[in-house]
């Protein structure tokens, strides 16, 4: 097994990883179950994984009680935050409990952000399903709901206690989800580590042809990559932590534009969001083209989106940078953007004038 620690005070927890974890997870859970039932909530395409998770707790003689919620980014949302926090009171929650998320990142976050206002503050447990989740979401304790005005606007840092990852998990999960969770890994390489780039390229297809090895290393590459990340700049104060928002800023504008729904995946809109970040850094000089045209290379070969028209996207500029201004990285009317000055060295530019952002998104290919 390989253990990761997030090393934050009072706050700390492990990343468990092993194939094979989620049969065995009552083992982890055991001991945090006080006695009392579980909840599980869920989405209802993860349905055999409950049924496994649930057979682990009764073989500690431990009974739960699952929640099951409907697929999908619209999930995170006022209504089902509302739903859930009403069936969670009506079971009974206690501070002390520890509500599991059994889910992509839509049930984490959702989860997440749940815990952290439901009694000011209970207990939860990630067990991440998909390949984004278990290489992400899952970690760092951001937890969020989206709004009309736009991406993760209401919610809280909140950490779980503990998160539980099985890569074996993964077999269920659909090609393209996968395609949208590996835009996540990729960008560990792209911001700060340059040989884990040239391994995402060197195994990239037999990580989405299902190559456990490859699944295995990615996973506890990323989740150690982000663990530091974290740990240094938890509440993402001092600009360490923005790193991991590489291609959001971009990829929440596309997402916001398409309406959040499956017309273009989050992992989708961060690949676009990424080699646009590249795109423009290489349009100001600040990064070798063919760095940028390396990116899109990879990205395009791995089947996912590095453009707006890859993305379906053809909104002009003007609109996209209205999306940005509710970025949560704004400040004082400025909006710092990540940029690269090659791959594995990207940094926060807050210099970048919307103009040229818009008028250099209208000057891509639709
Ligand atoms: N909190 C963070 O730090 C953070 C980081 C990255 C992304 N996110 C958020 O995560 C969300 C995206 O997460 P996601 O890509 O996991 O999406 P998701 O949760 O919607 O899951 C993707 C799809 O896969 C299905 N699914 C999940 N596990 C499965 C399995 N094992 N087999 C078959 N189907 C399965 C789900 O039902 C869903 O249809 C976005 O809302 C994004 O903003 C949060
Ligand atoms: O953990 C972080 O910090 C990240 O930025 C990870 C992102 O992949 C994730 O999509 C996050 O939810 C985006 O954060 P936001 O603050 O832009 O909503
Ligand atoms: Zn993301």
Not at 58 to 86: C, M, N, R
Not at 116 to 130: D, E, H, M, S, Y
Not at 195 to 217: Q, V
Not at 222 to 239: F, H, L, P, Q
Request: charged share 20%; net charge negative; glycine share 12%.
């Amino acid at each position: 097994m390989t253990i990761v620690p997030v090393a934050l005070g009072d706050r700390s927890y492990e990343v468990r990883i092993e194939a094979g974890l989620l049969a065995r997870a009552g083992d982890l859970l055991a001991p945090l179950a006080r006695g009392r039932p579980f909840a599980i909530v869920t989405d209802g395409n993860v349905l055999p994984h409950l049924a496994a998770l649930q057979a682990s707790l009764e073989a500690h003689g431990l009974g739960s009680e699952a929640i099951v919620l409907p697929p999908g980014e619209g999930t995170k949302s006022w209504a089902q935050l509302e739903a859930l926090t009403d069936r969670l009171l009506e079971l009974g929650i206690e501070r002390g409990d520890h509500v599991i998320a059994l889910g992509g990142g839509v049930i984490g976050d959702l989860v997440g952000f749940a815990t952290a206002i439901l009694k000011r503050g209970c207990n939860f447990v990630q067990i991440p399903t998909t390949l984004l989740a278990q290489v992400d979401s899952s970690v760092g304790g951001k937890t969020a709901i989206n709004t009309r005005a736009g991406k993760n606007l209401i919610g809280a840092f909140h950490q779980p206690r503990l998160v539980i990852i099985d890569p074996l998990v993964l077999e269920t999960l659909p090609p393209r989800e996968l395609r949208a969770g590996y835009a996540e890994v990729v960008k560990y390489g792209l911001i700060d580590d340059f040989a884990f780039f040239e391994w995402c390229e060197a195994n990239g297809a037999a990580l989405l042809a299902g190559s456990l090895a490859a699944r295995e290393h990615a996973i506890a590459h990323s989740v150690a990559a982000k663990a530091r990340i974290v740990a240094e700049d938890e509440r993402e104060t001092t600009g360490a932590r923005a790193l991991l928002n590489l291609g959001h800023t971009f990829g929440h504008a596309l997402e916001a534009e398409t309406g959040f729904s499956d017309r273009l995946l989050h992992g989708e809109g961060v690949a676009a969001g990424m080699a646009l970040a590249f795109g423009f850094s290489a349009h100001k000089g600040l990064c070798p083209g063919q760095d940028a045209e390396r990116v899109a290379a990879h990205l395009r070969a791995c089947g996912m989106p590095e453009g707006l028209a890859a993305a379906g996207v053809d909104a002009s500029g003007a609109r996209l940078v209205e999306h940005m201004l509710h970025d949560k990285k704004m400040s004082a009317g400025t909006l710092p953007f990540l940029l690269a000055r090659g791959i594995g060295r990207t940094y926060l530019d807050k210099t970048v004038d919307l103009a040229e952002v818009a008028a250099f998104l209208d000057a891509q290919p639709r």
